[in-house]
């Protein structure tokens, strides 16, 4: 795609960048019918070509508005486009730069910006948002059924033995906690722990660790979203040096982010080296466990016999290229999987997307949870916490974390 890019622009990273990627683009629209919010609205603009030429008006110098903001702000970075582009566009990264230069453009009315601001002062801070979470349970019974849905009850789970007490295997990892998982759902990271110290893997929990900075990094408002990542990387170093063999993320949404770091701070002098070495040694949980030997997996677990869906996160498949690895897994463990359709699209919950999107958001979670629900299964799994409370608040199925279920039937 032939660009000119604005003079103001020309020769910085970020215009050298966004030229690199659009000249891949050859407008063949592949894409388009991969593209969720394409397929609910019909609009080429709302589809990745669409979007790809309106940042392209941007770095042109053309003039953006209010309606330019709003068609980048309905993408919900899943990531469809680029599995589905035959020419490896980089969508994502052409979006992070259109969103940037949109933002500097155009201002966001004030209860918008208010609004954007609380989430980015509070979901990625765990003391914070666990303090709202607590408030809103506290009166969650007097809430109307919709809000009341969306904040989760405490699961009273058994947090396994060996999850409690460290563990002095050779191998070591560090296990990633995240932002709002831990509140939300601690049992992941338990059942994390202790299926990987049954495989002879010492987790640990660094200290200073923050969230992966994608939320922050998303909005592209400021620079906040490269403090977290330094910040992550300065806290991972020392432990980096001591010899850790991995970074472990059960969410895959956070796991995505971490194993771009190495791209976000190519520029970066100070951290580029760092930053490329942690993205290398960031593993998804299911990346562990895939290469273990099946038969050691096999003695460990008792298959419980239940009929799946997995709803695979856009985080995992698109953004982190897992795509069908963890299904094959569990079948190969002996679980009943059942496979739903379009699997390949978004549930609409997407990081903050669900926040802000709420019409879109919750059109493609009715859609995603018709395909799991079509199967009549007993219980469905994924691998990322947004993905998990989102469709569970639609839906009586339990939602899990594909991780709980090898947990709920190890064999003691
Ligand atoms: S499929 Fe790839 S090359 Fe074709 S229009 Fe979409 S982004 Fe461009
Ligand atoms: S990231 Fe997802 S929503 Fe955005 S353009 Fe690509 S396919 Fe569409």
Same mark, same amino acid.
């Given at each position: 795609?032939?660009?000119?890019?604005?003079?103001?622009?020309?020769?910085?990273?970020?215009?050298?960048?966004?030229?690199?990627?659009?000249?891949?683009?050859?407008?063949?629209?592949?894409?388009?019918?991969?593209?969720?919010?394409?397929?609910?609205?019909?609009?080429?603009?709302?589809?990745?070509?669409?979007?790809?030429?309106?940042?392209?008006?941007?770095?042109?110098?053309?003039?953006?508005?209010?309606?330019?903001?709003?068609?980048?702000?309905?993408?919900?970075?899943?990531?469809?486009?680029?599995?589905?582009?035959?020419?490896?566009?980089?969508?994502?990264?052409?979006?992070?730069?259109?969103?940037?230069?949109?933002?500097?453009?155009?201002?966001?009315?004030?209860?918008?910006?208010?609004?954007?601001?609380?989430?980015?002062?509070?979901?990625?801070?765990?003391?914070?948002?666990?303090?709202?979470?607590?408030?809103?349970?506290?009166?969650?019974?007097?809430?109307?059924?919709?809000?009341?849905?969306?904040?989760?009850?405490?699961?009273?789970?058994?947090?396994?033995?060996?999850?409690?007490?460290?563990?002095?295997?050779?191998?070591?990892?560090?296990?990633?906690?995240?932002?709002?998982?831990?509140?939300?759902?601690?049992?992941?990271?338990?059942?994390?722990?202790?299926?990987?110290?049954?495989?002879?893997?010492?987790?640990?929990?660094?200290?200073?660790?923050?969230?992966?900075?994608?939320?922050?990094?998303?909005?592209?408002?400021?620079?906040?979203?490269?403090?977290?990542?330094?910040?992550?990387?300065?806290?991972?170093?020392?432990?980096?040096?001591?010899?850790?063999?991995?970074?472990?993320?059960?969410?895959?949404?956070?796991?995505?982010?971490?194993?771009?770091?190495?791209?976000?701070?190519?520029?970066?002098?100070?951290?580029?080296?760092?930053?490329?070495?942690?993205?290398?040694?960031?593993?998804?949980?299911?990346?562990?466990?895939?290469?273990? /030997? $099946? %038969?050691? +997996?096999? #003695?460990?677990?008792?298959?419980?016999?239940?009929? !799946?869906?997995?709803? &695979?996160? @856009?985080?995992?498949?698109?953004?982190?290229?897992?795509?069908? /690895? $963890? %299904?094959? +897994?569990? #079948?190969?463990?002996?679980?009943?999987?059942?496979? !739903?359709?379009?699997? &390949?699209? @978004?549930?609409?919950?997407?990081?903050?997307?669900?926040?802000?999107?709420?019409?879109?958001?919750? #059109?493609?979670?009715?859609?995603?949870?018709?395909?799991?629900?079509?199967?009549?299964?007993?219980?469905?799994?994924?691998?990322?916490?947004?993905?998990?409370?989102?469709?569970?608040?639609?839906?009586?199925?339990?939602?899990?974390?594909?991780?709980?279920?090898?947990?709920?039937?190890?064999?003691?």
């Amino acid at each position: 795609m032939q660009t000119t890019i604005d003079k103001a622009l020309e020769n910085t990273p970020e215009g050298l960048e966004a030229e690199r990627i659009l000249r891949s683009c050859v407008h063949c629209g592949f894409c388009t019918a991969t593209c969720p919010t394409y397929r609910l609205l019909g609009d080429e603009v709302d589809g990745p070509r669409g979007r790809i030429y309106l940042i392209k008006g941007l770095l042109e110098g053309k003039e953006a508005s209010n309606k330019t903001q709003m068609h980048l702000d309905r993408c919900l970075t899943c990531l469809a486009c680029e599995t589905s582009c035959p020419s490896g566009v980089e969508y994502g990264h052409l979006l992070d730069i259109g969103r940037q230069l949109i933002n500097k453009k155009v201002r966001r009315t004030p209860i918008e910006r208010f609004y954007r601001y609380l989430i980015r002062k509070i979901l990625p801070y765990p003391g914070r948002f666990s303090f709202f979470l607590r408030l809103g349970r506290g009166v969650r019974f007097i809430l109307p059924g919709k809000f009341r849905k969306m904040i989760p009850e405490i699961k009273h789970t058994k947090v396994p033995e060996s999850s409690r007490h460290k563990s002095m295997h050779k191998r070591k990892m560090i296990l990633f906690s995240g932002c709002v998982q831990p509140s939300l759902s601690p049992e992941i990271n338990c059942a994390t722990t202790h299926l990987l110290n049954k495989l002879g893997i010492e987790t640990i929990s660094s200290h200073g660790e923050m969230c992966c900075g994608a939320i922050n990094h998303h909005m592209a408002v400021d620079d906040s979203g490269l403090s977290f990542i330094k910040n992550n990387i300065d806290a991972w170093w020392p432990y980096i040096e001591e010899g850790i063999e991995a970074i472990v993320i059960s969410a895959s949404g956070c796991g995505a982010m971490i194993k771009d770091y190495g791209y976000i701070l190519r520029n970066d002098a100070d951290y580029k080296d760092k930053a490329h070495q942690v993205s290398m040694m960031a593993k998804d949980v299911g990346e562990i466990i895939v290469a273990e /030997e $099946i %038969e050691t +997996l096999r #003695k460990m677990i008792k298959v419980n016999s239940r009929r !799946i869906a997995f709803q &695979n996160p @856009c985080s995992l498949q698109h953004g982190q290229k897992i795509k069908d /690895e $963890i %299904e094959n +897994l569990l #079948k190969k463990l002996g679980y009943q999987v059942e496979s !739903i359709e379009d699997a &390949n699209q @978004c549930c609409g919950s997407a990081g903050a997307y669900s926040l802000l999107q709420t019409k879109l958001s919750e #059109k493609l979670r009715r859609k995603k949870i018709s395909a799991l629900e079509a199967v009549k299964p007993d219980v469905i799994l994924t691998a990322n916490i947004g993905c998990q409370l989102h469709l569970q608040q639609a839906t009586e199925i339990p939602v899990k974390h594909w991780i709980e279920i090898l947990e709920e039937d190890i064999q003691s």
